[in-house]
């Protein structure tokens, strides 16, 4: 069983800074990928960035130079640190991994946390 846990989120106002976190845990073999997306009221699930084993990062275009994604292997945990923060930044986002189970280790799957809630104010 793998669960991934975000933390971090919660109300700032415009300008300021949050720093979200996402740790992965479970009978995890090996992760390639994780992101972040994140979905507005009324809105789809959209990609904000991601980040690869090896440290390749991946921004959508709204949030380059203001967020930042990084990622601790030996912890199994992603970061992202969002700053100069805008209303439109609002949304639950949520944490994702591509791993490899110990139990599939050919097999690649998608896991997702539950969310957290980020407000921005204006």
């Known amino acids: 069983q793998v669960q991934l846990v975000e933390s971090g989120g919660g109300l700032v106002q415009a300008g300021g800074s949050l720093r979200l976190s996402c740790a992965a845990s479970?009978?995890?073999?090996?992760?390639?990928?994780m992101g972040w997306y994140r979905q507005g009221a009324g809105k789809q699930r959209d990609l904000v960035a991601t980040?690869?084993?090896?440290?390749?990062?991946n921004y959508v275009d709204s949030v380059k130079g203001r967020f930042s994604i990084s990622r601790d292997n030996a912890k199994n945990t992603v970061y992202l640190q969002m700053d100069s923060l805008k209303p439109e930044d609002t949304a639950v986002y949520y944490c994702?991994?591509?791993?490899?189970?110990?139990?599939?280790?050919?097999?690649?799957?998608?896991?997702w946390g539950q969310g957290t809630q980020v407000t921005v104010s204006s």
């Open positions: 980040i690869t084993s090896g440290g390749n990062t």
């Open positions: 479970g009978n995890i073999f090996s992760i390639f990928v």
């Open positions: 994702n991994a591509n791993l490899r189970t110990t139990d599939q280790i050919g097999r690649l799957s998608i896991y």
